[in-house]
């Protein structure tokens, strides 16, 4: 064969293999990598972040007569059910209040893990319990995506009026899920959101109301059990939810 006919198909032949290559290229499916989940609301514990919060100030909001959550702190424990020996995340926990009550009812023999993203407020805690001579209260600084928690380590899950402050509703539930004994407890105590009938400041606070919080808890494998009429609240409510028993199966096998 003429040397030129056999550079020539020799071209050919390249010239067919960078077709082929092409083409196989353009055919393998585009992986695409996952998409971080976004805060729902980005900023929104930027205060309490702030190494120079003032926790006094904070006294003054959270413990105080004219909160419904701290003035009906009573019926509020009665509600929850928290017995001797139980042991309980105070997920949200500030001040401490809830934390406090809760180490009574649980004893000795129950535990508080007092849960917030603020490090001055878990310095409160920690310094109040201390002055308190209050063994059984645990603090626990989480993060914006996880509550920290141990797997299997709580009865009773509670958070009041901070649900609305998760900015990564479904991993920090993800991980309350985790830490919950089977037939554990969720309780959620937050802010009705209604137009028309809330206050403007919570319409612009609270990102969305109860039955949308709701559905996201639901979404995480809890299931609803009960709106608990607590007598005196105007602007807040009470859901209580269980671990999901269909949840607990799947992840047992």
């Known amino acids: 064969m003429p040397v030129r006919q056999i550079l020539n198909a020799v071209v050919v032949m390249c010239l067919a293999m960078r077709l082929c290559v092409a083409v196989a290229q353009d055919s393998e499916p585009t992986i ?29 909001r959270f413990e105080i007569e004219s909160r419904e959550v701290y003035s009906h702190r009573a019926d509020v ?24 009550l809760f180490a009574q009812a649980t004893g000795e023999s129950g535990k508080v893990f007092a849960v917030d993203i603020s490090p001055r407020f878990i310095e409160h805690i920690n310094r109040q319990s201390r002055a308190d001579k209050v063994s059984n209260i645990t603090s626990i600084l989480c993060s914006d995506r996880s509550t920290k928690l141990q797997p299997d ?5 509670f958070i009041c ?18 830490a919950l004994k089977p037939g554990g407890s969720l309780i959620v105590i937050d802010f009705e959101r209604i137009p028309g009938k809330s206050r403007e400041f919570l319409l612009g606070h609270v990102r969305a109301g ?44």
């Open 32 to 60: 695409k990598a996952p998409t971080a989940p976004k805060s729902v609301r980005p900023g929104i514990n930027d205060r309490f972040v702030d190494p120079a919060l003032n926790v006094s100030e904070w006294l003054g």
């Open 153 to 157: 380590s709580i009865n009773v899950a």
């Open 77 to 100: 424990l009665k509600a929850t059910g928290i017995k001797s020996g139980d042991y309980i995340a105070d997920i949200g926990a500030g001040t401490g209040f809830y934390s406090r």
């Open 210 to 253: 109860k039955e949308v919080f709701r559905r996201e808890v639901e979404d995480s494998h809890f299931e609803f059990v009960e709106e608990v009429e607590i007598p005196g609240f105007e602007e807040n409510y009470f859901l209580r939810f269980r671990k999901s028993v269909a949840a607990e199966d799947k992840s047992s096998k």
């Open 161 to 178: 009026d901070t649900y609305h402050h998760f900015e990564f509703p479904q991993s920090t539930l993800e991980s309350i899920h985790k």
